[in-house]
């Protein structure tokens, strides 16, 4: 169901922009056992990829990329500035640094999810961006007291950066 709306999503995208470029970043959602009990790279996300590419063979403006580091991070350059795109499961605030360290190109911004709502802050002079969960609260939310609901959000991103955010609310 999560490759199928994906790529319709895409498909209807592909009618506005020159070129679309998607990126899947495995997070703790899709595990096949727990987490101590569950490899880094096994995850049922890597399967999206793979049926999105199927579905939008045809596409030429839509790029589905493969992940320029590991399954769990990627590095995308936006109007020349990079933006590091991550789930947020493995990175804590001082993880954010760290990982930031860590990559191989410098970074403008850090680009996540995990947290089940949207935000965006600074810190140490990177931008933190956080999207909501397209499915709102789950068991992570409930177990963790996290109030989340259905959203997403789209940065409009100029050559300087982020121009603004937009929250896109998904109830319905």
């Known amino acids: 169901m999560v490759g199928s709306s994906l790529s319709w999503f895409l498909n209807e995208l592909s009618a506005y922009f020159k070129k ?4 899947v970043i495995a997070g ?3 595990r096949l056992s727990t987490k101590k009990d569950s490899p ?3 995850r049922l996300d890597d399967l999206i990829p793979f049926y999105i590419k199927t579905r939008l063979q045809n596409l030429s403006n839509v790029i589905i ?5 590991d399954n769990t991070m990627d590095l995308v350059n936006v109007r020349g500035l ?3 795109m991550i ?3 493995m990175d804590s605030v001082n993880g954010i640094l760290k990982l930031i360290e860590m990559l191989p190109e410098e970074v403008y911004a850090v680009v996540m999810g995990h947290i089940h709502h949207n935000s965006m802050t600074s810190l140490q002079g990177y931008k933190v961006v956080s999207s909501g969960s397209m499915m709102g609260m789950d068991d992570y939310c409930i177990e963790k007291r996290i109030l989340g609901k259905p959203e997403q959000s789209i940065l ?3 050559d300087k950066g982020i121009r603004c955010m937009y929250d896109i609310n998904l109830e319905v």
Do not use: L, P, Q, R
């Open 156 to 158: 409009v991103c100029t």
């Open 82 to 84: 990079n933006y590091a």
């Open 87 to 89: 789930h947020g499961d």
């Open 40 to 42: 880094k790279d096994e």
């Open 65 to 69: 990329k493969d992940n320029n580091i």
């Open 20 to 23: 679309i470029h998607f990126s």
């Open 28 to 30: 703790n959602h899709s």
